[in-house]
């Protein structure tokens, strides 16, 4: 049974940090697309960041130069980090995993950016 599990969500400060991680069991991360999508509320669920098994990552465009998405295979987890955080940041963050034609998602993890 594929799980993937999302942690590290909170509350933080316009300007700050946070990493989230997303640890996979019953499947490898690396065998496939790994990717953060995060809704806001009234909002479509939108891809934030993806990783492919080369390690080839892609960014939207709101979130360039602020996040950062990585896989460490060993863990078996993803990972985002979340810099210069801004209030429209703030979301429900999900992690998810394509392989082939099968797709997994996270529970997800909310995010909140206020002061």
């Known amino acids: 049974q594929v799980q993937l599990v999302e942690s590290g969500g909170g509350l933080v400060q316009p300007g700050g940090s946070l990493r989230l991680s997303c640890a996979a069991s019953?499947?490898?991360?690396?065998?496939?697309?790994a990717g953060w999508y995060r809704q806001a509320p009234g909002k479509q669920r939108e891809l934030v960041a993806i990783i492919v098994g080369g390690g080839i990552t892609e960014y939207a465009n709101s979130v360039k130069g602020r996040f950062t998405i990585s896989r460490d295979s060993a863990k078996n987890t993803v990972y985002l980090q979340m810099n210069s955080l801004k209030p429209e940041d703030t979301a429900v963050y999900y992690c998810n995993l394509r392989v082939g034609s099968a797709e997994y998602w996270g529970q997800g993890t909310q995010v909140t950016v206020s002061s």
């Open positions: 019953g499947i490898i991360f690396s065998i496939g697309a």
